[in-house]
């Protein structure tokens, strides 16, 4: 059986969300898709994923909190979080809230699963 690489993907702009969910799955992750910040906690502990693409700005949630949070839990802080915005200004303390990199959106696919495999590699 082959592995794949569990990637939980966190994002309120359902298009985008859905779009990259099956562009993922395509390229052979095993993606969980969620469109809110609200269900993150339980997700992980339930999906247990080995990366986490998650937006910064998810309503009435901050992923940068969330990533915060998940990074201080010694259960949760291996797993490699890219957080991603389409504002550039959030960019620039992404690693301040324990987070691996910080991704400008738009990107391509090709963009995001090649810092979804360099990340998944370390």
């Keep these: 059986m082959k592995y794949l690489p569990k990637i939980l993907f966190v994002d309120d702009e359902t298009d985008y969300l859905h779009l990259n969910t099956a562009l993922l799955r395509k390229r052979g992750f095993d993606v969980y898709s ?3 910040g609200e269900e993150v906690f339980t997700t992980v502990s339930s999906f247990k994923p080995n ?8 309503g009435k949630h901050d992923g ?14 291996s797993i490699k979080i890219i957080l991603g915005s ?7 303390d992404y690693d ?10 738009p990107h391509t696919i090709d963009q995001l699963i090649s810092r979804i495999n360099h990340h998944l590699q370390r």
């Design 86 to 92: 389409a504002f550039p200004e959030v960019a620039k």
């Design 34 to 36: 969620l469109a809110d």
């Design 96 to 105: 301040q809230y324990g987070a691996e990199e910080f991704l400008q959106k």
């Design 64 to 77: 940068r909190t969330i990533c915060q949070q998940l990074k201080a839990d010694p259960d949760n802080s």
């Design 51 to 58: 990366l986490i693409v998650l937006d910064v700005r998810l």
